[in-house]
């Protein structure tokens, strides 16, 4: 616990509060990162710690950016405190049940249109993102890092390679403009609070495609035909 206590004593916030009236809850739900809930009497946060590596394909300035106009948009939660150099973040905690699961999707028809609504919201936003998302710069990162890694990539990825050449091309030669989007809205990142629903961990937000979001989402949340055409 000793990093997250010292990460918690860079937070303003914290930094005077004795550690034996702070209640740390560990976070489930995060693929990259670590995160605990923070308890400190009745008020309650959120603190994320950037997963090792996360630097190299993660732009912090820009997530910092995009998160808090989000927030202040009502579509995030309120980002009380970010330090783009190590990508520390706490957040307002809110109780909410994760729209991660089939049977969310499944006995509630309405929920493709709330969070295709909710997506709507973030591409309508009036400030442009501080970064732009593309997704074929973003595979050819990931190779190079791979590279690093493991030289010899796999023959599949050659086929696929190919593949997504050709959308590639398809896609520059009618492109739309470009709007604020989430980039990743997989259902573990959509929160239900009952009255709103709220869109977390914008690590991946940008200026992009706005079908991107409706696609990736119907692909995370495995719609079929119907819930394709509620959203």
């Known amino acids: 616990m000793e990093r997250v206590y010292a990460a918690l004593a860079r ?6 509060v004795p550690q034996e009236v702070i209640k740390l809850e560990p976070l489930s739900g995060s693929l990259t990162n670590v995160c605990y809930k923070v308890t400190i009497g009745r008020a309650a946060y959120v603190l994320r710690l950037a997963g090792e590596g996360t630097s190299d394909y993660i732009d912090r300035a820009a997530e910092k ?11 995030n939660v309120e980002v009380i405190y970010f ?14 049940i994760s729209m991660n699961g089939g049977q969310v999707w499944s006995r509630d028809m309405g929920a493709p249109i709330r969070a295709a609504l909710l997506l709507k919201r973030v591409h309508r936003l009036r400030k442009v993102f501080a970064s732009r998302f593309d997704v074929f710069a973003e595979i050819e990162d990931y190779v190079e890092l791979l590279r690093g890694w493991r030289p010899a ?5 050659y086929e696929v390679g190919q593949k997504a050449r050709a959308v590639r091309r398809a896609l520059e030669a009618s492109p739309v403009p470009l709007v604020p989007c989430h980039n990743d809205p997989w259902p573990g990142n959509l929160l239900d609070a009952g009255a709103r629903i709220y869109l977390i961990d914008w690590e991946y937000s940008g200026m992009n495609d706005p079908m991107w979001d409706l696609g990736d989402l119907s692909v995370e949340a495995g719609f079929g035909p119907e819930q394709d055409r509620l959203m």
């Not at 937070?11 to 005077?16: A, D, E, I, Q, T």
């Not at 330090?83 to 909410?96: I, K, L």
């Not at 990539?153 to 990825?157: K, S």
């Open 65 to 75: 950016h995009n998160a808090r106009v989000a927030a202040a948009a009502g579509i």
């Open 153 to 157: 990539l796999p023959q599949e990825y």
């Open 11 to 16: 937070v303003p916030l914290f930094r005077n």
């Open 83 to 96: 330090d783009a150099e190590n990508g520390t973040m706490v957040t307002q905690f809110v109780e909410g």
